[in-house]
């Protein structure tokens, strides 16, 4: 093809469709991320500052994916229930695992009532909620629940649990899918390690008959669990599995 006697015609390249193309990708990786961002964050996240006895450290919560256990997380921290509650489970061996608290028949860590400490909770239950995007990794939140993973799924109250490495590197039965991951560790995870590192009763000490393995000797106190707003969160920090 020629448009002058002599001179080839160059090809050139296509640039308006090209930069078409280009504007398409552009606005379909938008959209893409603005879905993914209305299904991670909305409504958006929640805060607190969990103080105890040894330091505090600071969560995020998750309401787009456990609506109902974060509502009654949050229900209990504004109503004090959390307040000088003990960390009554503490498995850091054979290799780390959880920290847990929430039972009422914990508080103020009296020494008398440690055979029922880890059977109490709050009046109301939560369903099991699970997320594709929450798992239990390490600084992650989790409903601790009663029964076991066929009758129990649902009976979540009060109790939680905070993770100290990833599930698949612990020594213990699986998690996933079995209960409700609700929010993680943004800071202070020190603090977490910190009460990890408490010394525990080993297993076969009893009281009254009954297990107070993997109690702590010396208990440390959740003092308080306060909502703060997005502007009060401190930016997250990279969060490492306690050794």
Not at 32 to 45: I, T
Not at 78 to 89: M, Q
Not at 121 to 135: A, D, K, Q, Y
Not at 186 to 213: D, E, F, R, W
């Amino acid at each position: 093809m020629v448009d002058k006697p002599g001179r080839r015609k160059k090809n050139k390249p296509p640039w308006g469709k090209i930069a078409a193309a280009v504007v398409i990708g552009l606005v379909v990786v938008a959209a893409g991320w603005f879905v993914y961002w209305d299904y991670v964050y909305s409504p958006p996240p929640v805060y607190a500052v969990l103080g105890t006895s040894v330091g505090s450290f600071d969560v995020e919560l998750f309401p787009a994916c456990a609506p109902k256990t974060v509502a009654n997380f949050v229900s209990l921290a504004n109503s004090g229930f959390y307040d000088n509650l003990t960390w009554h489970r503490i498995v850091d061996s054979p290799k780390p695992f959880v920290i847990q608290t929430g039972d009422p028949n914990t508080k103020n860590a009296v020494n008398s009532t440690r055979a029922t400490w880890g059977n109490g909770g709050s009046n109301n239950t939560v369903p099991l909620e699970i997320c594709s995007w929450l798992h239990n990794y390490v600084g992650y939140l989790g409903m601790a629940r009663q029964g076991n993973h066929t009758y129990g799924l649902n009976t979540g109250t009060s109790q939680f649990y905070i993770l100290l490495a990833n599930q698949s590197s612990t020594a213990y039965s699986n998690l996933e899918g079995y209960y409700t991951i609700f929010g993680k560790v943004i800071s202070g995870m020190g603090v977490v390690c910190s009460i990890a590192h408490v010394k525990t009763y080993p297993q076969g000490s009893l009281q009254n008959g009954q297990s107070i393995a993997d109690q702590p000797i010396n208990p440390v106190l959740l003092k308080s669990v306060t909502i703060i707003s997005p502007a009060q969160a401190p930016a997250p920090q990279p969060i490492t599995a306690c050794t």
